[in-house]
C-alpha cells in the first residue's frame, strides 16, 4: 500500500520563525490536503493543494502565515511563518490515493513553539 | 452549533465488551461518512466508509449511518486492548476526501 511520511517528525522551534514541513506520498496524487491539530482537538482543515495551482485556504488560514508549495504530484510543502505559542499543534498533510476514494493521513508534524 | 458532535468520553470499557461510539451532525448536505482511528502520536486511519444511510459491517466494526435523525455510530463488537485509542467521525458533502469535516473525538481504553 501506499505511504505518506512528513518531515520532520517533531520539531520546537523559536517564536518568531519560521519552520517548513515537507509530505511526500509514494504515488501521484491530484489533491493534497493540510491539517492543524491542536492539542486535545480534531482536525481542521488548513488548505487543498492542487499541483499547477494555488492552494485554496479554508476561512482562518491566509497564505501569508500558511504559505503552501506543490511543484510536483508527489510532494507538498506547508511553512509555519513568524510562529507563535498558539501554533503549537500537529500538522496533517492527506491524500486520496489513486484509485480510491478515501483519504489516507501522514504520521504527522508535532510542533512547539516555546 | 458545531457542525459534527461526538461523544466526549473518555471512555473505558472491559476487554471483550461491545463498544459504541456516536456522533451527530447538523448538515442534511453530509452524504460520505467515515470513522478514523487514532493511535497516540500516530496520524489517523481510515476504519470505515460509508456513502448515505445504512450499515456497512467489517470484521468486529459495524458502521451504521441514519440520516434522517443525522446520527452515525461504530460498534465494536469483542473490544481489545489494541483498539485503544481515539476515534474521530468524519463526514463531507461532495467526496469522501473533500471538505471533510471531523468530530471532535472519542478517546477509548480497552482494559485487559
Known amino acids: 500500500s501506499a505511504v505518506i511520511s512528513q518531515k520532520p517528525s517533531r520539531d520546537i522551534c523559536q517564536r518568531g520563525t519560521s519552520l517548513t514541513i515537507q509530505c511526500q506520498v509514494d504515488s501521484q496524487v491530484t489533491m493534497m490536503f493540510w491539517y492543524r491539530q491542536q492539542p486535545g482537538q480534531s482536525l481542521t482543515l488548513i488548505a487543498t493543494a492542487n499541483q499547477g495551482s494555488e492552494a485554496t485556504y479554508e476561512s482562518g488560514f491566509v497564505i501569508d502565515k500558511f504559505p503552501i508549495s506543490r511543484p510536483n504530484l508527489t510532494f507538498s510543502t506547508l511553512t509555519v511563518s513568524n510562529m507563535s505559542p498558539e501554533d503549537s499543534s500537529i500538522y496533517l498533510c492527506?491524500?486520496?490515493?489513486?484509485?480510491?476514494?478515501?483519504?489516507?493521513f501522514g504520521p504527522g508534524t508535532r510542533l512547539t513553539v516555546l | 452549533q458545531k457542525e459534527v458532535e461526538q461523544d466526549p468520553g473518555p471512555l473505558s470499557v472491559p476487554e471483550g465488551a461491545i463498544v459504541s461510539l456516536n456522533c451527530t451532525y447538523s448538515?442534511?448536505?453530509?452524504?460520505?461518512f467515515m470513522w478514523y482511528r487514532q493511535y497516540s502520536r500516530k496520524g489517523p486511519e481510515l476504519l470505515m466508509y460509508t456513502y448515505s444511510s445504512g450499515n456497512k459491517e467489517d470484521g468486529r466494526f459495524t458502521a451504521q449511518v441514519d440520516k434522517s435523525s443525522k446520527y452515525i455510530s461504530l460498534f465494536i463488537r469483542d473490544s481489545q486492548p489494541s483498539d485503544s485509542a481515539t476515534y474521530l467521525c468524519a463526514m463531507s458533502a461532495m467526496t469522501s476526501y473533500d471538505k471533510v469535516i471531523f468530530g471532535p473525538g472519542t478517546s477509548l481504553s480497552v482494559i485487559p
Open positions: 448538515n442534511s448536505a453530509f452524504q460520505y
Open positions: 492527506s491524500a486520496p490515493l489513486w484509485g480510491t476514494d478515501t483519504q489516507y
